[in-house]
């Protein structure tokens, strides 16, 4: 079996005949499109676009591949939405990055099932996956660099970025009193955000810091587990991490903050009026982010 988000990739761009346009549907960059394209080529050992003059043509496997996938991709995802998605079912199926639901959403969400203890919630963290089944979800939270353009979707909150560090480390015998104190610990760094150590410092102008070393991290609850641990000095972001400011196993040794490029997005199905419950958890969830 060829991987199946190579599979998906290439239905949706074969589709549109579009990276552009794939990238867009499954909510994933141009270049994750183009590798997973790639993937799936070298696996079958055949060229399934013909890529002349920056333009998109199926070649003759292509071509043929293409109505097979997109049949079977409706029929799995109609047989997955009949089984979880009953309109008269009191679960609620949601989808957010295992950053915000481990760190931001499961501290509050007892808060919810508290009010509506007959909602049963089904909750999948994901993170930088191409989408099989997104209306398979009552409610779906992704971070975004751009605006989120549906007409269904909004802005939950933006983020501060900020460095943060267990409070031994804080009071331990290399004080953090400015800046360029960073320069006698170690850095913690979470791969594959836009903003880094690097725009930080540069956003506080400080010199004399290489911004390249210390440890890094994949997911960014690793990092502030690091830094809760005494490991060195993450960069946090802000509202996730003010539940461990609040408790006290994370302290904020500037007050000097940078404003991320993204934000989270809350995007529901568009017909609530027949979706209840998924109103219901929509009006609770903007509450938790102070939003009217």
Same mark, same amino acid.
């Given at each position: 079996?060829p991987p199946?988000?190579?599979? *998906?990739?290439?239905e949706?761009a074969? #589709?549109h /005949?579009?990276?552009t346009?794939?990238?867009?549907?499954?909510? @994933? %960059?141009q270049?994750?499109i183009s590798h997973q394209?790639?993937?799936l080529?070298?696996?079958?050992?055949?060229?399934?676009?013909? #890529?002349?003059h920056?333009? /998109?043509?199926?070649?003759n496997?292509?071509?043929a591949?293409?109505?097979m996938?997109?049949t079977s991709f409706?029929?799995?995802?109609q047989g997955?939405?009949e089984?979880i998605t009953d309109?008269?079912?009191?679960?609620?199926?949601?989808?957010a990055p295992?950053?915000f639901?481990v760190?931001?959403?499961l501290?509050?969400?007892?808060d919810y099932? !508290?009010? +509506?203890?007959?909602?049963?919630?089904?909750?999948s963290a994901?993170?930088n996956?191409i989408?099989?089944?997104?209306?398979?979800?009552d409610i779906e939270?992704?971070?975004l660099?751009?605006?989120?353009l *549906?007409?269904?979707?909004?802005l939950l909150?933006?983020?501060e970025?900020f460095p943060v560090?267990?409070p031994?480390l804080l009071?331990?015998?290399?004080p953090? $009193?400015?800046?360029?104190? /960073?320069?006698?610990h170690?850095?913690?760094h979470?791969n594959?955000?836009p903003e880094?150590w690097?725009?930080? $410092?540069a +956003?506080?102008g400080?010199?004399?810091v290489?911004?390249?070393?210390?440890?890094r991290f994949?997911q960014?609850m690793?990092?502030l587990?690091s830094?809760?641990?005494?490991?060195g000095?993450a960069?946090?972001r802000s509202?996730?991490?003010? +539940? *461990?400011?609040?408790?006290?196993? $994370?302290v904020?040794p500037f007050?000097?903050r940078?404003?991320?490029?993204?934000g989270?997005?809350? %995007?529901?199905?568009s017909?609530?009026?027949t979706c209840? +419950? @998924?109103?219901d958890? !929509?009006?609770?969830?903007l509450?938790?982010c102070h939003?009217s």
């Amino acid at each position: 079996m060829p991987p199946l988000n190579a599979l *998906k990739a290439f239905e949706a761009a074969a #589709r549109h /005949l579009s990276f552009t346009a794939a990238s867009a549907e499954l909510n @994933v %960059t141009q270049a994750a499109i183009s590798h997973q394209v790639r993937t799936l080529e070298n696996y079958l050992g055949l060229n399934l676009f013909n #890529r002349a003059h920056q333009r /998109l043509a199926l070649t003759n496997a292509g071509k043929a591949y293409l109505p097979m996938l997109t049949t079977s991709f409706d029929l799995i995802g109609q047989g997955y939405k009949e089984i979880i998605t009953d309109k008269t079912s009191t679960h609620l199926n949601i989808k957010a990055p295992s950053s915000f639901s481990v760190q931001w959403l499961l501290p509050r969400i007892a808060d919810y099932q !508290k009010q +509506h203890p007959s909602i049963d919630v089904h909750l999948s963290a994901q993170d930088n996956d191409i989408g099989f089944f997104p209306d398979a979800f009552d409610i779906e939270i992704r971070y975004l660099l751009e605006p989120c353009l *549906k007409s269904d979707s909004t802005l939950l909150f933006a983020e501060e970025i900020f460095p943060v560090c267990s409070p031994e480390l804080l009071a331990g015998p290399e004080p953090l $009193l400015q800046p360029s104190d /960073l320069a006698n610990h170690k850095l913690l760094h979470i791969n594959f955000y836009p903003e880094d150590w690097a725009m930080w $410092l540069a +956003h506080a102008g400080v010199i004399g810091v290489n911004s390249e070393l210390g440890h890094r991290f994949d997911q960014s609850m690793l990092t502030l587990k690091s830094a809760i641990h005494g490991s060195g000095i993450a960069l946090a972001r802000s509202p996730i991490v003010n +539940h *461990k400011l609040a408790n006290g196993s $994370l302290v904020e040794p500037f007050n000097i903050r940078l404003t991320s490029q993204g934000g989270y997005w809350l %995007t529901t199905k568009s017909d609530l009026t027949t979706c209840p +419950h @998924v109103a219901d958890f !929509k009006h609770w969830l903007l509450q938790q982010c102070h939003i009217s």
